[in-house]
């Protein structure tokens, strides 16, 4: 039988003191659209219905510019970022006059200690913020990257390794936000994935029902997401059963 491989979820830890500078894409082509000035909502799911006493954060990508998303990554993480002076003096003065409002503030001003991130690489580069999980970092919030497809679902040893980190934190009260692109889809999807970890009772449509009560309707966006929320626990189960087994065969 072949040896287990644990599968790939990347950990930032928080950076050092002597780490200064961080390089914000500010492309002046888009600089002239309009760019959303209001707060990144954060929603916080009560896990209180699966008898723990914290909340669960989600949200949407921060600074993301595109379509019609037009976002500022240094408007949502400005306060913090150039009260420590990570931004050039020409970015400073810029930011300054039109920042409204703090992501990374909000985040520090909420207790968060861990940042879950479900974009790609290659997806913050779309979307314009290529340097968030440095920008994370920098600001003393442990990441844990763990990418998968926008609109699919995590492969199942991938979901259970991030559902272990996820109990992890709770279990040392650290309290956490989950992202995606829209915090709808990829997110909800492991909010729920948490849920029905947590608790034995806890069916997939009441998942779902909940994650779309904090999140919109629009939380589980396709139908391969609702699909793998319904056969999640009998998986779950065969796996972790099947882990259980695997020392006990090679033994024999």
Same mark, same amino acid.
């Given at each position: ?9 990347? /950990? +930032? ?15 002046? %082509?888009? &600089? *002239?659209? =309009? ?96 340097? /968030? +999980? ?15 497809? %926008?609109? &699919? *679902?995590? =492969? ?8 272990t980190e996820l109990q992890v934190c709770l279990e ?32 997939a449509d009441k998942a779902i029902e909940i994650l ?9 966006q396709t139908v391969k997401q609702y699909n793998f ?24």
């Amino acid at each position: 039988m072949a040896d287990y491989v644990k599968p790939t979820l990347t /950990l +930032l830890s928080p950076a050092s003191e002597d780490m200064r500078r961080i390089v914000f894409d500010s492309s002046s %082509d888009e &600089d *002239v659209e =309009e760019e959303q000035l209001t707060p990144l909502h954060i929603s916080w799911l009560p896990l209180s219905i699966v008898e723990y006493s914290q909340y669960l954060g989600i949200c949407a990508l921060p600074g993301c510019r595109y379509r019609d998303v037009r976002r500022s990554l240094q408007k949502d993480v400005g306060k913090a970022v150039f009260e420590e002076s990570f931004l050039s003096h020409e970015l400073l003065r810029s930011d300054m006059k039109a920042a409204v409002f703090n992501f990374l503030y909000e985040l520090k001003n909420q207790g968060v200690q861990d940042v879950f991130v479900f974009c790609t690489r290659g997806e913050l580069s779309k979307y314009r913020v290529p340097s /968030l +999980l440095e920008v994370y970092d920098q600001h003393g919030f442990t990441v844990h990257h763990a990418p998968f497809p %926008d609109g &699919d *679902v995590p =492969e199942l040893e991938q979901c259970c390794q991030i559902l272990t980190e996820l109990q992890v934190c709770l279990e040392r009260n650290r309290k956490m936000v989950v992202h995606c692109y829209g915090g709808l889809g990829r997110s909800a999807l492991i909010a729920a994935c948490l849920l029905l970890h947590l608790s034995v009772t806890m069916t997939a449509d009441k998942a779902i029902e909940i994650l779309r009560e904090h999140r919109g309707v629009g939380a589980i966006q396709t139908v391969k997401q609702y699909n793998f929320l319904h056969e999640f626990q009998e998986k779950y189960t065969a796996y972790t059963e099947s882990r259980e087994a695997a020392p006990e065969r090679s033994v024999s």
